[in-house]
């Protein structure tokens, strides 16, 4: 098995924005809190981080900006996948150059691929990068599937050392295990498969949940590692109306909308999204405040 860049939960952390731009003193706070609550990495401006709305500037600088906040405390990982290669070999080299721990690399999106083609872009980026690699596996938000058999394929490139895996698809995910698992780390894309794929061998999860219960989202790793299967299968059943929640728009709507109601930043999105529903934000505030979030609206 390769080093592990991270065993638990990273967060897949939300950019603070406002209509002039990134709010970097909230971003600080909110990553400063992150670290307090025990999280174990952090990711920045990937699907959560509205990273396809950022410029390649903001993009670049939010990477910066996170690394040296976090100051080596935790791990931060960089969300540097692109549909076009040669810019997320570019990206990946910058963040790389500044001290990101390790990279994140979506599937290509809308132009897709074939698994010929997953297996030749995500190695172009591997090469150039000098820091271990993610991949990640989010076929709902691609229309592209990254196959058990090309994820092992994958496997042997020194570089790529894990795989977010956010296809849904417990059968694939446990073939994709019984493949890769002495070879790669397998965490969960999604919040409410955390158990699961854990019970499967997995390291833990990539989350978004983790933005508004980071101390119960690593509580329920935690006990999983130390035995308490029953515990920690009991958090995710508990925790599971709030996960639904945060889901019941695309991702991050809902979850921009909790951040703000919690003070972290504003409920500011940028076009093609818009804020959440307002039926769908009175629950999604009500279940916070029933799993003890406080809120500041």
């Known amino acids: 098995m390769k080093n592990t860049v991270f065993t638990g939960v990273a967060t897949a952390i939300v950019t603070p924005l406002t209509s002039e731009g990134i709010d970097y003193k909230k971003f600080a706070e ?8 025990g999280v174990n990495a952090i990711v920045a401006v990937g699907t959560t981080g509205e990273g396809s709305t950022l410029t390649d500037e903001e993009h670049k600088e939010a990477i910066r900006f996170c690394v040296e ?38 599937t290509p999106y809308y132009n897709k691929a074939t698994q010929k083609g997953l297996v030749a872009s995500f190695k172009a980026i591997a090469d150039a990068s000098t820091k271990p690699c993610i991949l990640y596996n989010v076929p709902s938000r691609t229309g592209c599937n990254l196959l058990p058999a090309t994820v092992l394929e994958l496997a042997d490139h020194p570089n790529i050392v894990a795989i977010k895996e956010a296809c849904g698809n417990i059968s694939q995910i446990a073939e994709l295990i019984s493949l890769v698992g002495d070879k790669l780390d397998v965490y969960s894309g999604n919040d409410d498969q955390i158990v699961p794929i854990l019970s499967l061998g997995g390291k833990g999860v990539i989350s978004v949940l983790s933005n508004v219960l980071p101390k119960e989202t690593v509580e329920m790793c935690d006990k999983f590692f130390a035995g308490d299967v029953k515990g920690s299968a009991a958090l995710q059943l508990e925790l599971l109306p709030l996960i639904n929640a945060l889901f019941c728009e695309v991702n991050p709507i809902p979850v921009k909308a909790a951040v703000a109601a919690m003070g972290y930043c504003e409920n500011y999105l940028r076009l093609p999204l818009t804020p959440m529903e307002e039926q769908n934000e009175k629950k999604l505030l009500s279940l916070m405040v029933k799993a003890g979030v406080k809120i500041n609206k």
């Not at 909110?30 to 609550?37: A, K, P, T």
């Open 30 to 37: 909110l990553i400063e809190w992150q670290i307090s609550e």
């Open 69 to 106: 906040q976090v100051k080596g405390r935790i791990p931060v990982i960089a969300g540097t996948g692109s549909n076009d290669t040669s810019y997320a070999i570019d990206l990946t080299k910058y963040a790389c150059e500044v001290g990101a721990d390790a990279m994140l690399l979506v």
